[in-house]
């Protein structure tokens, strides 16, 4: 997809950034549709952060996707850093087009440049389509993931 340009998200993406987040099965559910407090403040802390990146997908002027990465140092791995991708979304009219393809692609590559030792992520269980798509990019489900709503 050679007329989608991919660049770190600005202030002015955030209404089209939490709509794609609506955008979904599970995030209609935990996401809202408007800019708030909350949303402010999270985006200024990931842009505020060196080690945060919220990318988006733009395309003829439109954002038809995004993803943030977090990079995370660590001792493991001999000091290896590693890439975090969360928050994936294309939307939904441009869903089995490539273009979640091509952005994970180029998000693998930002993480390879950087001398990351791996990508990470995760998915919902009950998400069987992201699944096969992230198996397909080479990803392996190597490990349990768990998590502790506060």
């Not at 990508?119 to 392996?140: E, I, P, S």
Request: glycine share 10%.
């Amino acid at each position: 997809m050679t007329d989608v340009i991919y660049r770190e998200a600005v202030r002015a993406d955030l209404p089209a950034v939490i709509a794609l987040l609506a955008d979904d099965v599970l995030g209609k559910a935990r996401d809202f549709t408007e800019v708030d407090e909350a949303y402010e403040r999270a985006f200024a802390d990931i842009n505020a952060d060196p080690r945060n990146q919220l990318i988006v997908a733009e395309q003829g002027g439109e954002l038809v996707g995004c993803l943030q990465i977090t990079y995370i140092p660590g001792l493991g791995r001999h000091g290896a850093e590693r890439s975090l991708i969360e928050s994936v979304r294309v939307r939904s009219d441009r869903r089995g087009q490539g273009l979640g393809r091509d952005l994970m692609t180029w998000a693998i590559d930002q993480a390879r440049q950087r001398g990351c030792a791996l990508v990470q992520l995760t998915t919902d269980k009950t998400r069987q389509d992201a699944h096969r798509f992230y198996l397909g990019l080479g990803f392996q489900a190597s490990h349990e993931g768990m998590k502790l709503a506060l």
